[in-house]
């Protein structure tokens, strides 16, 4: 039995993480599509945000909490390899990334 979302076929699925690959086929090749559950992380960013005390006296705050799939595909990852703190503070202060964010402010 083949499990399908419109035109993609479930190709494989992780019980342990979520994440699901699907499979389409356009008639000249295969495509693949992977899926990565984050409503979880969100919401517990979103809880931690708004518990989290304003300002930023302190030695260590926790800033974001993002899926590892999207650290490595936005070059997060390589850019604190690299200590390119640039790229860090516009990644985690770009408003397209707030979900991830566990704490208000700018970086």
């Known amino acids: 039995m083949a499990i399908r979302d419109g035109d993609w076929e ?10 699901s ?4 086929f356009d008639g000249q090749q ?3 599509r992977t899926d990565y559950p984050v409503h979880h992380l969100v919401e517990q960013n979103l809880l931690e ?3 989290t005390p304003a300002g930023w006296k302190g ?3 926790k800033i974001g909490s ?3 799939n999207m650290a490595y595909d ?11 703190d640039k790229f860090v503070s516009r990644f985690l202060n770009d ?6 964010r566990t704490k208000e402010g700018r970086v």
Do not use: C, K, M
């Not at 936005?74 to 390119?84: N, P």
């Not at 408003?95 to 991830?100: G, H, I, K, L, Y």
């Open 30 to 32: 295969t495509i693949f």
């Open 49 to 51: 945000r708004q518990e």
């Open 95 to 100: 408003s397209d990334n707030r979900a991830w």
């Open 10 to 19: 479930l190709f494989d699925y992780d019980y342990a993480t979520g994440r």
């Open 74 to 84: 936005s070059g997060l990852v390589d850019a604190i390899t690299q200590q390119d």
């Open 59 to 61: 030695d260590w705050h």
């Open 66 to 68: 993002v899926p590892l």
């Open 21 to 24: 690959v699907w499979r389409y």
